[in-house]
C-alpha cells in the first residue's frame, strides 16, 4: 500500500465505519476488515496501527468473535475501543463483569496524568459508554489510565506492548474529547503523518473497478442525485463506453425533474436510457399504505426494469447502485436493527439477475461522496444538490400513492424550494421539502367551506444524514411559503412545521 494504512478489525458495533471515517477526516488512509481476517494478510497490509471495535456480545461469551492472538506480537500499536478493550483485557488474563449503566450513559471520566493516549487533553471529561460488560481488573504488564463512576477501570495501557483500550466510544459526539484522543493514538503513538485525501479514494477505486469490470458491460442505476453521479462518473472513467445507465422516471420526481437530469447527464457525456415507467409503478403502489412494502415495491420494481433493460441491452454482468453507508446502517445489517429499509439495500428482492452488484461508495458518508464528487472534477451545483431518496416522493406521500396526491405534492415542493433559493437559504439548508400527511382538515376558501390536505414543511441541517437538527425557517419566509402555497395549490389549506430533530425522528416521514 502507497499511504500509511490503519487497520480496523470489525467485531460487529454499530459505530464502526464511524471510527473509519473519523480515521479519513485525519487524513489516513483506513480499511475496516473483519475480525477473523487472517494474520498473514493483514501483516502484508503493513499498517502502522489496528483498531479494535466495540460489538455486542461478552468478551468470555462462547460465541464471541475472536482475533488471532498472535497480532499482538506484531509490535504494531493497537486501539481497542469497547468490545476491543474487553478483548484484549480477556486476552490478557483479566475477567470480565457486566456493568449498570444510565440510560443515556454519559459519564465522567478522570484521566491519569501518566497516560499517553490522553497526555494532551483535560483530565476530566465526558465520555459516552454503550457498553454493559467491563473489565473485572487490569491484566499484568496493564496501568489502569481512566475511570468512571460506574466503572473503575474505563482504560488500560501496556506502553512497553504499544496496546491502548478503553470503554468509551471516541467516535460520536457524546465524547466531546473523543478526536483529540484519536489524533493521540494516531499521531503520537503510531507516529503517523496523514498523507492521505479523498481523491486518492477515488483514484484507488478507479483502479479496482477496472480490474473488477475488465471489458465487462455494467448498468448504472442512475437518479440525478450525488451518489449515483458520482458512482457512474467513477465507473465512466475506469470503463468508459462499456459503462451503461439507466434513468427510471417513476413518476415520483419533483416538477420537470426527469428532463432537468437528463440535460446535466447529458453534459458528462453519461450514456443513459431514459425508461418512462410511472404507469407501472403507480399500478403496483395502488391501495397500498404500509411505508415498508411501499419501499419495497420501489426497490424491487427498480431492479425489474434494470433487469429488462438489462436483457434488452445484452451482455451485462454488474450492476452499480450510488448506495452510500447510511443506507446500508439504517436498512439494518447482520447484527444491527432495521429502522427503514432504503430502497436500494433493504428494499432489493431476495433474487436479482445479475451477476454482482457494485457499490463504490458503501462505505463513505454523504459529505465524503461530497469531496469525492469534487475530487472528480464534478460541477458545485450538482455536488452540492440537496439529498434526494431513491424512492423519490414516494417517500413523502403518506397513505397510499395516487398520481393527484403526487401532483399536488409537487407543486407544493416546487414553491417551498423556489422560496428558500430566493432566500438564500439553499445551501444553508441541508434538506427540506414538503410532505402530503394523510390528514385532511376543515378550512374555509371565499366563504365556503373547505375540507383539503395538510402539508408539512421539513427542513433540516445534518453533516452526514446519520443525525440531522430542525433548520428555524425565519417566521417572514415561512409566512411567504405557507400563503403561497394555500393560495396557488389547489386541495390544500393547512401548512404545518415539522420541529424535530433526528433522533428520535428521521429526515424523510417514511
Ligand atoms: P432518513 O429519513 O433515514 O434519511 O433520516 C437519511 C437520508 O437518506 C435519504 N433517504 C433515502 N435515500 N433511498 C435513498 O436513496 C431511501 O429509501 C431513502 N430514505 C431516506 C433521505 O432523504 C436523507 O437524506
Not at 31 to 49: R, Y
Not at 153 to 175: D, G, M, R, W
Not at 429 to 437: E, P, S
Request: glycine share 6%; charged share 25%.
Amino acid at each position: 500500500m502507497k499511504y500509511e494504512t490503519v487497520i480496523i478489525l470489525d467485531f460487529g458495533g454499530l459505530y464502526n465505519q464511524l471510527i473509519a471515517r473519523k480515521i479519513r477526516d485525519n487524513n489516513i488512509f483506513c480499511e475496516v476488515l473483519p475480525f477473523d481476517t487472517p494474520l498473514s494478510e493483514i501483516k502484508a497490509k503493513n499498517p502502522k496501527g489496528i483498531i479494535f471495535t466495540g460489538g455486542p456480545v461478552d468478551a468470555t461469551d462462547e460465541e464471541a468473535p475472536l482475533a488471532d492472538k498472535g497480532i499482538f506480537e506484531l509490535g504494531i500499536p493497537i486501539l481497542g475501543i469497547c468490545y476491543g478493550c474487553q478483548f484484549i483485557g480477556y486476552s490478557f488474563g483479566s475477567d470480565v463483569m457486566p456493568v449498570e449503566l444510565n440510560e443515556n450513559s454519559v459519564y465522567n471520566a478522570e484521566f491519569a496524568d501518566s497516560a499517553e493516549l490522553f497526555s494532551n487533553i483535560n483530565k476530566n471529561a465526558d465520555v459516552m459508554m454503550s457498553n454493559t460488560y467491563a473489565l473485572k481488573e487490569a491484566p499484568s504488564g496493564f496501568e489502569i489510565t481512566a475511570k468512571t463512576e460506574n466503572c473503575i477501570i474505563a482504560a488500560i495501557e501496556n506502553k512497553s506492548k504499544k496496546l491502548y483500550a478503553f470503554q468509551f466510544h471516541p467516535e460520536i459526539v457524546e465524547t466531546p474529547l473523543g478526536n483529540q484522543i484519536l489524533k493521540n493514538f494516531l499521531f503520537n503513538i503510531c507516529n503517523l503523518k496523514g498523507d492521505w485525501e479523498m481523491n486518492e479514494f477515488a483514484l484507488n477505486m478507479i483502479e479496482t473497478l477496472k480490474e473488477k469490470i475488465g471489458s465487462k458491460k455494467a448498468l448504472c442505476a442512475l437518479s440525478g442525485g450525488v451518489d449515483s453521479t458520482v458512482s457512474a462518473i467513477m465507473i465512466q472513467k475506469a470503463i468508459g463506453d462499456n459503462l451503461i445507465c439507466i434513468f427510471v422516471d417513476h413518476g415520483l420526481m419533483r416538477l420537470n425533474e426527469g428532463d432537468e437530469v437528463m440535460e446535466v447527464f447529458k453534459k458528462f457525456g453519461l450514456n443513459v436510457i431514459r425508461v418512462n415507467a410511472q404507469d407501472r409503478f403507480l399500478d403496483k403502489l395502488k391501495d397500498v399504505i404500509d411505508h415498508e412494502k411501499k419501499s419495497k415495491i420501489i426497490g424491487e420494481e427498480f431492479i425489474r426494469v434494470f433487469e429488462e433493460e438489462a436483457k434488452k441491452i445484452g451482455d451485462i454482468d454488474f450492476l452499480v447502485q450510488g448506495t452510500i453507508y447510511p443506507d446500508i446502517i439504517e436498512s439494518g445489517t447482520k447484527d444491527k436493527a432495521v429502522i427503514k429499509s432504503h430502497h436500494n439495500v433493504g428494499g432489493l428482492p431476495d433474487v436479482i439477475n445479475f451477476k454482482e452488484i457494485i457499490e463504490p461508495l458503501r462505505d463513505l458518508f454523504k459529505d465524503e461522496v461530497r469531496k469525492v464528487g469534487l475530487a472528480l472534477g464534478i460541477d458545485e451545483s450538482l455536488v452540492f444538490r440537496q439529498p434526494f431518496p431513491g424512492p423519490g416522493l414516494g417517500v413523502r406521500v403518506i397513505g397510499e400513492i395516487t398520481k393527484e396526491k403526487l401532483d399536488i405534492l409537487r407543486h407544493t415542493d416546487f414553491i417551498y424550494r423556489e422560496e428558500i433559493k430566493k432566500a438564500n437559504l439553499d445551501r444553508v439548508i441541508w434538506q427540506y421539502f414538503t410532505v402530503l400527511t394523510g390528514l385532511k382538515s376543515v378550512g374555509v376558501f371565499a366563504d365556503e367551506r373547505t375540507y383539503a390536505y395538510t402539508v408539512a414543511l421539513r427542513a433540516v441541517t445534518s453533516v452526514d444524514a446519520m443525525t440531522a437538527t430542525w433548520y428555524p425557517i425565519p417566521f417572514d419566509i415561512l409566512d411567504i411559503i405557507s400563503k403561497r402555497i394555500v393560495n396557488e395549490v389547489p386541495h390544500v389549506n393547512r401548512i404545518v412545521l415539522d420541529i424535530t430533530s433526528k433522533p428520535p425522528a428521521t429526515i424523510e416521514w417514511e
